[in-house]
């Protein structure tokens, strides 16, 4: 890892990683258990095959203030029950942490909520760019059943990632495919009241 400037290119046609890639993540079906609404149908879907549900390619730096991380996060397109692929969503660990996404490909939304129970979705589409403001979680849904999602984030050095309360709480509210495209509807299955972190 050099402390000098450097350059690298985003993904063009047929690529999905920028072309400096320190580190690669694959999150499975395993890796998102309690995670889909369709609890059977995520065991019959797991029985079958641990299938990949999407992947981060970071260009990795000192996780400091005053650097930024940034990578690729590609989601690719399925279904669990009709629920739509998506990440497992975090906090950031300093949770006055803003974070950028632009969409270089694909359809879908990034799902957020703050401490406070206020929910929003933005939507993808090529060219969006997206302000994840600080405080609020943030998870990536591709809606697109053709195509991945490709989107390039970056965000603080020093902000870490809080993965535990998603996992212990989920989100308020969920993205359902339907006859007319993706629905927005609140979680059922949301496990109370978090105060305010």
């Known amino acids: 890892m050099s402390d000098k400037p450097f350059t690298f290119t985003l993904p063009g ?13 694959e ?7 309690g995670m ?3 609890e059977k149908a995520y065991e019959a879907m797991l029985a079958v095959e641990d ?5 981060v390619f970071e260009i990795r730096r000192p996780e400091a203030v005053g650097e930024l991380i940034s990578g690729i996060s590609v989601v690719h397109p399925g279904l669990v029950g009709n629920e739509y692929y998506m990440t497992k969503g975090h906090f950031h660990s300093v949770l006055a942490t803003a974070e950028i996404y632009y969409c270089i490909s694909g359809s879908g939304c990034m799902v957020m909520e703050n401490p406070e129970g206020e929910c929003d979705v933005e939507w993808f589409h090529p060219g969006t760019v997206l302000y994840v403001a600080p405080r609020w979680a943030h998870r990536s849904v591709n809606t697109d059943l053709d195509h991945d999602l490709v989107t390039y984030f970056v965000y603080s050095g020093n902000a870490g990632h809080d993965y535990k309360t998603i996992e212990t709480y989920g989100f308020h509210q969920i993205v359902m495919h339907s006859d007319k495209g993706p629905v927005v509807q609140d979680n059922p299955r949301w496990k109370g009241v978090r105060g305010a972190m």
């Open 13 to 25: 046609t047929g690529e999905i990683r920028p072309s400096r890639c320190d580190s690669h993540i």
């Open 27 to 33: 999150r499975c079906l395993t890796s998102m258990r």
């Open 36 to 38: 889909f609404q369709d």
């Open 51 to 55: 299938k990949l549900l999407y992947e």
